[in-house]
């Protein structure tokens, strides 16, 4: 802390913390939400079950109609659990919705999404245009709303990704009672 910062009074600690915890209990519910309406979508459009997870790999690989590998997939969705990119990879190829294309070199794999998975993926649009945007179109500002909500949720990404940095590299010791 710096000369002029001054110490947060406890009064406005608590009110942050509060104001913390229900946001957080309201993020845990519209992500919940947003995976359920994903699975639900997706696996009636494909007539079996897809995750959550399987979806929005799926709209990835075909995210800009270029090929992506794991690398990319991983970054693009802000995740690093590898193990289940991967295996929901082998699950929308064992459904035939994405095939492995030759990648920029031997060991690059690269995936792209087939005539079947880009037709789930435009009902899936259509799906979405009829049910959700529908609604939010009903809402006063819904494109500045959604473009500021935006805005906050990535840089609320970034502290919470500075914060689990700092706590995996023992950077901020967590005390222990």
């Not at 406890?10 to 957080?24: C, D, G, I, N, Q």
């Not at 179109?137 to 914060?163: I, P």
Request: proline share 3%.
């Amino acid at each position: 802390m710096n000369m002029t910062e001054k110490p947060l009074s406890a009064p406005s600690v608590e009110m942050s913390e509060a104001a913390l915890t229900e946001f957080e209990w309201s993020l845990w519910r519209i992500s919940a939400a947003f995976l359920r309406w994903q699975s639900e979508c997706s696996s009636e459009l494909a007539g079996s079950g897809l995750s959550g997870l399987d979806t929005a790999i799926l709209h990835t690989i075909r995210y800009r109609n270029k090929p992506k590998g794991l690398g990319e997939i991983s970054r693009l969705l802000g995740r690093d659990d590898t193990a289940n990119i991967q295996y929901a990879i082998k699950k929308l190829q064992t459904m035939q919705l994405i095939e492995r294309v030759k990648g920029r070199s031997r060991k690059d794999t690269l995936y792209t999404p087939t005539r079947k998975g880009t037709k789930l993926t435009q009902d899936y649009r259509e799906l979405r245009r009829q049910l959700l945007v529908s609604l939010i179109q009903k809402m006063d500002q819904a494109e500045k709303g959604l473009g500021d909500a935006t805005e906050m949720l990535e840089l609320l990404t970034s502290f919470y990704d500075t914060a689990a940095r700092r706590v995996a590299s023992g950077s901020h010791p967590v005390e222990r009672s």
